[in-house]
């Protein structure tokens, strides 16, 4: 960054954030699909349901423990069940220490709001559902997978759903549209808007969308858009929402063709570990 | 938020009335509550206001104080949200009861500041990498009547319109660390822009129809509402921040239209503050005034 006059004291030059959106390859045209995924349902054996979910690089566990009856004297319960969330980033994830700290704090509250219209909260009424998010590596998108893997986690784990939840990300930055942003487009979004005074326009968006029904059940933004650009991610990202629930419904519908297999097998041969050797 | 217990009759009460756009106080759907407002009422702040939207009732004061800037952003100043709900509130926040509440409002405040042209950061450096202001935003909630997102915001704006920074006068350099001097003259200050500081509304789903300014009643009623900041530049408005709130979900039209709702109700809102804010300024002057608050 040019300083004018004296210079004091030193810090580090960092690279021109201009520079680095140069070197960034951005995208030609346009595609409105997810990253390369991949979903292993049930990849914890000691909790109720989990879910592990590669997202490009972006990796992510999700567990959900069993539902908890609230103790009596505690004034939380009532009807509906309680839903907690708490979002962790492994300590290898590289950021520094006072990003990770509002980071997790506030994907945790995003997540809980965006899983809150999803679950059947009557059918359990005076209980809390836990729900713990790991986040192994962050590549963009973090929150977005983070959803996306509670919601498959959610359906393994037997918990009553109203539908199957996808979420996804986008941004603008420089008037460029970027589907699912790496770690190195959400910094930017960071620090390129401040370089100059330009009102250009630049944000992140993520929603999480129960595409059956047609219900978005949260919707997060940040940055600088008019109401219009809003608009036109919004549908972006719902378009990609569409597009994953396939993946989903894929894994879990093997998943309990698998289950239905291995079952048949211990029918037949009494010994279902032969069957899941050979599957 | 602060519950209030209504029964099925109440609520479908409300409901009707919403339909027929004519709500229970005799508003239409895009109406506002009366606001009072009034700035400079902490002495000890650099800057401070009171708004009370009907039963809602918030203090704002604001701090300055110096700080290093960040290594990432050596140019940049510092500001920080703290929301308080107060156990006088309701009796849910005694305890950590509102703790919830409070690091919800204070996030979003945070995430609607956080854009460069929503705040400019770079007006609180002093000296780049070496000192900038850090403006710590400490909000009192003191009542709650409903539609906390947009109290908070418009208090916290006229509080920021209202802190005057101390010039710095002179700064000695010292083995390469500038030591600075600040103006002791209480009038010898700067202020901060407001033009584009973003304000939150938050529109409120209930039955098929949006509303702006809900009550407790009222947001008894929806389940699911959006919070949208509102940032004027240039004539435009421009959207800081969004974000859904409450256990229910929305369908993708009715969130563009709550998201219409609350853009044009937000700029019409923050012109009114504006207008509100330079004609106090104007009567009051320079002049030690009299509070008329409840801090007299």
């Given amino acids: 960054m040019a300083q004018s006059g004296v210079v004091f004291g030193s810090y580090a030059p960092r690279v021109n954030p201009k520079e680095l959106f140069d070197r960034l390859t951005t995208p030609k045209t346009l595609e409105l699909e997810p990253r390369p995924t991949f979903i292993k349902v049930g990849a914890v054996s000691n909790v109720k349901g989990s879910a592990y979910m590669e997202y490009g690089n972006t990796k992510v566990m999700a567990q959900v423990e069993p539902p908890k009856e609230i103790s009596k004297n505690s004034n939380r319960s009532g009807t509906l069940g309680l839903i907690l969330c708490s979002v962790k980033y492994a300590p290898f994830a590289a950021l520094d220490s006072e990003v990770v700290a509002r980071k997790e704090s506030f994907m945790s509250v995003a997540l809980k709001k965006a899983l809150e219209p999803v679950i059947c909260r009557h059918e359990f009424a005076n209980f809390q559902l836990e729900i713990k998010v790991l986040i192994i590596d962050d590549d963009g998108c973090a929150l977005s997978t983070a959803i996306n893997c509670c919601g498959a986690a959610l359906i393994e784990g037997g918990i009553p759903t109203y539908d199957l939840l996808t979420s996804s990300t986008v941004c603008v930055l420089n008037g460029q549209e970027f589907v699912n942003p790496t770690a190195d487009v959400e910094d930017l979004l960071r620090s390129l808007p401040g370089c100059d005074n330009s009102s250009e326009e630049h944000g992140v968006l993520v929603t999480a969308s129960l595409s059956g029904v047609g219900q978005i059940s949260e919707c997060f933004q940040k940055g600088y858009l008019l109401p219009e650009t809003l608009e036109r991610l919004c549908d972006h990202s719902l378009a990609i929402n569409l597009r994953m629930v396939d993946t989903i419904k894929h894994v879990l519908v093997n998943k309990v063709k698998q289950h239905i297999a291995s079952q048949e097998g211990e029918e037949s041969n009494g010994s279902d570990e032969d069957m899941e050797n050979n599957s | ?296």
């Fill in chain 2, 1 to 296: 938020m602060a519950n209030v217990a209504l029964s099925e009759a109440e609520k479908t009460f409300i409901l009707h009335g919403v339909e027929e756009d004519f709500r229970c106080d005799g508003r239409s759907r895009r109406d506002y509550r009366p606001m009072e407002l009034e700035c400079e009422i902490v002495n000890n702040a650099s800057g401070s206001a009171r708004l009370r939207l009907a039963n809602t009732d918030i203090l704002v004061g604001v701090k300055c104080e110096i700080d290093t800037p960040t290594s990432l952003h050596p140019d940049q100043g510092k500001i920080e949200f703290f929301v308080d709900c107060s156990a006088n509130a309701t009796p849910e926040f005694e305890g950590r009861g509102g703790e919830e509440l409070a690091l919800e409002l204070a996030d979003t405040l945070t995430n609607a500041y956080e854009s460069p042209s929503a705040f400019d950061l770079k007006s609180l450096c002093i000296l780049p990498g070496q000192h900038c202001w850090k403006l710590y935003v400490d909000i009192l909630i003191l009542e709650c009547g409903g539609n906390l997102f947009d109290a908070v915001s418009l208090a916290s704006k006229a509080a920021i319109f209202n802190t005057r920074i101390p010039k710095v006068t002179a700064a000695v350099m010292d083995a390469g660390e500038a030591e600075l001097l600040i103006s002791d003259d209480p009038y010898n200050c700067t202020r901060i822009e407001i033009d584009n500081i973003p304000i939150l509304v938050t529109v409120c789903k209930i039955g098929d129809c949006c509303v702006v300014d809900p009550s407790a009643e009222e947001e008894q009623c929806s389940t699911a509402s959006l919070v949208v900041g509102v940032s004027k530049r240039n004539n435009k408005c421009y959207v800081s921040h969004t974000h859904t709130v409450g256990g229910g979900s929305l369908h993708k039209d009715t969130m563009y239209k709550c998201l219409n709702l609350g853009v044009t109700a937000g700029a019409t809102l923050n012109d009114a503050l504006e207008k509100a804010l330079r004609l106090e300024e104007s009567r009051v002057g320079n002049k030690r005034k009299e509070t008329v608050g409840f801090l007299k």
